[in-house]
């Protein structure tokens, strides 16, 4: 009998802030993509666990000859980046094959979102989301699960303000997670968007998951491939984009606020609250009117009204 494959998981646990950055790094190194998980502490009034501000990345490498090559590699690339920021040292625990997965779901938890939401592993008892409305997420190593701020609050933007018998159209969609809430809350069309080819099978068999597929469209593409369409879904009254903030600032400039329908809202999520400022003067100089900021530890989305 062969022996077991085993993993190296490979994990780090840092400000909200600075995940992004060090996903990427793990990125370079990991073949199977990253996972970032919420820090979170149990609440004993509330009972439930609440985010800390924290996140923890994690990757796994095949254990094989080049393990220790890639270990040495993201070592020097963390240290690298530790001299201009503080970060903890890298935690590493191997993995048996057979229960690398079991490992890795293990830190993956019920999150509950806004007054309503939660957001549910598709691995757990449906029953857990008592009277909220679950979004049920079977989350890809590549592909967001909704522990990061960013989303959270897009998440409660889209909660807040409604899509009721409305159009979404939802740019960088990942693992579909915005545009299933849409559909959740009573969006009557969707169409998500990713310009990462990978990120679509995600999103499709997280809406089966949801029994929402039939109403939301997955399409590889971004914004300007959007704004070509004639079926209708080129324009909505609730434009989402969760990426982030230089892309943005892209964005905006080629077109996306054209997405959005007069008197329509536009959501801008992956922001920093040190970049807030400019993306809503450019936002502005475009037509755009700044309708509220939602804050989450160093994250921030921007609701940005058009005019009729």
């Known amino acids: 009998m062969d022996k077991p494959k085993a993993w190296l998981e490979a994990s780090i646990i840092c400000s909200g802030e600075l995940a992004e950055a060090v996903a990427e790094v793990f990125s370079r190194f990991s073949p199977d993509g990253v996972v970032m998980n919420s820090v979170t502490r149990y609440d004993s009034l509330g009972h439930e666990e609440v985010p800390t501000g924290n996140m923890q990345v994690v990757a796994y490498f095949p254990q094989d000859e080049s393990t220790e090559s890639l270990r040495n590699q993201l070592e020097q690339a963390i240290w690298h980046m530790s001299q201009i920021v503080p970060l903890d040292p890298i935690e590493y625990q191997l993995v048996l094959d057979q229960n690398w997965m079991e490992a890795w779901k293990a830190n993956y938890k019920p999150l509950k979102i806004g007054r309503n939401l939660i957001v549910l592993p598709a691995w757990v008892d449906p ?3 008592e009277n909220r409305i679950p979004i049920i997420i079977s989350p890809d190593m590549a592909f967001g699960t909704g522990t990061h701020p960013s989303t959270q609050l897009c998440m409660l933007a889209l909660e807040k303000y409604g899509v009721k018998e409305m159009n979404v159209i939802d740019i960088g969609t990942g693992s579909g997670i915005l545009s299933i809430e849409a559909a959740k809350l009573g969006a009557e069309r969707i169409l998500g968007v990713d310009n990462d080819p990978d990120a679509i ?4 068999n997280n809406a089966a998951l949801n029994g929402v597929a039939d109403r939301i469209t997955f399409e590889v593409g971004t914004h300007t491939d959007v704004l070509k369409r ?8 609730r434009v989402i984009a969760n990426i982030l903030s230089p892309i943005l600032a892209n964005m905006l400039s080629t077109g ?3 997405l959005v ?4 809202l536009l959501f801008l999520g992956g922001v920093l609250d040190h970049q807030a400022q400019s993306l809503a003067d450019l936002a502005r100089s475009l037509g755009l009117s700044l309708r509220e900021t939602l804050q989450q530890e160093d994250w921030v989305v921007l609701v940005l009204h058009k005019p009729a």
Request: aromatic residues 0%; charged residues 10%; hydrophobic residues 30%.
């Open 127 to 129: 029953a857990l989301a």
């Open 201 to 204: 099978p995600s999103a499709i």
């Open 230 to 237: 004639t079926d209708g879904l080129n324009q909505s009254p």
């Open 256 to 258: 996306l606020s054209d």
């Open 261 to 264: 329908s007069p008197s329509g």
